[in-house]
Nanobody
């Protein structure tokens, strides 16, 4: 069973930066597509970014140019570097791993952007 654990959330002012980390257990890490979703209060979960096993990346229009997803296979970790943060980026951020059986999710990490 794959375990997915996010970290790095917190409180940041508008225009600031945060880096989220996602550690996935198991030797399957480097061969799997992974990504991030987020869910703001009172809103539906929204896809944010993805990175494939071949390191192809893609982003939601709302974060393109501000967020960067990357992976460190040696550490089984995927990162989400978030720059130029806006109040609208406030949400719980969830990491996922794409498996043949479906998506495996972490419990999320809260990002609050506020002055």
């Amino acid at each position: 069973q794959v375990q997915v654990v996010e970290s790095g959330g917190g409180l940041v002012q508008p225009g600031g930066s945060l880096r989220l980390s996602c550690i996935a257990s198991g030797s399957i890490f480097s061969s799997r597509t992974m990504g991030w979703y987020r869910q703001a209060p009172g809103k539906q979960r929204e896809w944010v970014a993805v990175i494939t096993s071949g390191d192809f990346t893609n982003y939601a229009d709302s974060v393109k140019g501000r967020f960067t997803i990357s992976r460190n296979s040696a550490e089984n970790t995927v990162y989400l570097q978030m720059d130029s943060l806006k109040i609208d980026d406030t949400a719980v951020y969830y990491c996922y791993v794409s498996l043949p059986s479906g998506l495996s999710w972490g419990k999320g990490t809260l990002v609050t952007v506020s002055s």
